[in-house]
């Protein structure tokens, strides 16, 4: 594989927290096309290396790389090529949807008025363009979030819990979206989710992660060769891993 | 540059859009029209002169100097900073192709456009007022001078929200960076009064430095010598502020 084809390139990514907890000398390499679920138990580091991935703090050691761009010396030059949703999908509370997404179109030159509006009836939010956030729901917040991450055509879109507060049909929207993003426009998806029947039906490839280390990596179609779900295949990494941990005398 | 000029544009939008300006510019103007009253009033209750159309504007300048304008530039500070800080939402900034010296610049820049606007709003409504109300001197010469004694104010303002933004950078809460920078400002006034040998060093001591820009004869070595303080000062205050904005994990 050439590096051109490398979308994401994560080399010895490491962040501590006073408390013990955060990353541990995370390596992984995600192809251009790919969509990559992050899976792990809550505290596992999954928004930390999100975070890391895309600038919002500073590891203590090891490098992140967005298309052979290293997020840390070439910022600009990275995010140029991502969008992202992080934790929570924030928006300015006194700005309508629609001021909120012409915020962001500022920073690219290749979004237009006419783009503001795709991406707000792609996320369904188009008769609500004109109303604030302040008013809005939590999935309605988070369709917002999530226009705002699509908003520049990204190559590479690194999502946090994307379907949190969205209700059914706002989930089956979302999973059709980023399948249809993934092939017909070749972005590259990194997400991270605890509903892991989406991440079954929409990831290509999966990595598990557990008190910071990165467990496993495999792709969906070996994972359900050997597993009959994915589920099973994330409690049986978990648990292999929580029996190792235990094992070793403190 | 680009990325500069759109951070620097919605930070503008982002400041005119909110409430807290909006009110921060009808105070000032209530303050002109309470003045002009206070004017009226002693003219005709005591039959005193008051002021000319020519002192009422360096009267309005005299009081908000040291009082309103210090104060307001303190609550767009910490709306720009801290307010963003608080409410996560400085990470819809952070992750857009721009760096963070470069949002940090446009902060500032905002910040100084809106002590820019505030000053000349004042200047235009107490020469409006000093015309309609007062004995008539007003000469383009004189006016001429009072522009500039405004103008020249508007740079120990913008020292001072340098002080405030290293302050909303080192104490997370809005709440008590607010109070903290109140106390200081009155600290630092009373340390001018009580300690008049040092006053030439204190920040606060350079909100009177558009007195000097009044003279009949520029006292250019004054000017000056008060600017070079003031020029160390403030890159002392931006580096010290942009590095702890910088380093911080959002």
Known sequence: ?250 | MAALQAAFLNEIEKLFKKRKVSVALIISFLVIIAGQLVILGVRSGFGLRGVSSQEFPILVLSIVANSILPLFTALVTFDCFSSEFNHNIIRITLTRPVSRLKIFAAKVAAIYSFIITNLLLLLLLSTLAGFLFNVNSLTLASWSKILLAYLASSFPLLILSLLLVLLANIIKNSITVFFVSVILFLVLKAAGVFFSQYSGLLLTTYLDWYKLWLANFLPWDKILRQFCLMIGYGIMLFTAGFYLFDKKDY
Not at chain 1, 104 to 132: F, M, Q, S
Request: proline residues 3%; hydrophobic residues 40%; negative net charge.
């Open chain 1, 1 to 250: 594989m050439t590096s051109s084809y490398r979308a994401i390139e994560i080399k010895n990514l490491t962040k501590l927290y006073a408390n013990g907890r955060g990353i541990n000398d995370l390596n992984l390499e995600i192809s251009q096309g790919e969509v990559f679920g992050f899976l792990g138990p809550n505290g596992a580091g999954k928004t930390t290396a999100m975070k890391a991935m895309t600038g919002l703090i500073r590891p203590d050691r090891g490098e992140v790389k967005i298309f052979g761009h290293s997020i840390i010396d070439q910022y600009e030059l990275a995010m140029s090529q991502v969008g992202c949703l992080i934790e929570t999908a924030e928006s300015y509370p006194f700005l309508s949807a629609w001021d909120n997404l012409k915020l962001h179109a500022r920073y690219y030159p290749n979004v237009d008025a006419k783009r503001i509006e795709e991406v707000l009836g792609l996320t369904g939010l188009l008769k609500y363009k004109d109303e604030k956030p302040r008013r809005f729901s939590l999935g309605m917040k988070q369709r917002l979030g999530l226009a705002a991450a699509i908003l520049s055509r990204p190559k590479v879109l690194i999502l946090d819990e994307p379907l949190n507060g969205l209700d059914v049909e706002g989930m089956i929207e979302m999973r059709n979206l980023i399948k249809y993003l993934a092939e017909n426009e070749h972005t590259t998806f990194f997400i991270s989710s605890h509903l892991i029947h989406d991440v079954e039906l929409t990831c290509t490839r999966v990595g598990v992660i557990y008190n910071g280390t990165l467990l496993s990596v495999d792709t969906m179609e070996n994972i359900l060769q050997n597993f009959a779900t994915l589920e099973n295949y994330f409690v049986s990494e978990v648990e292999r891993n929580g029996r190792t941990s235990s094992s070793i005398p403190q």
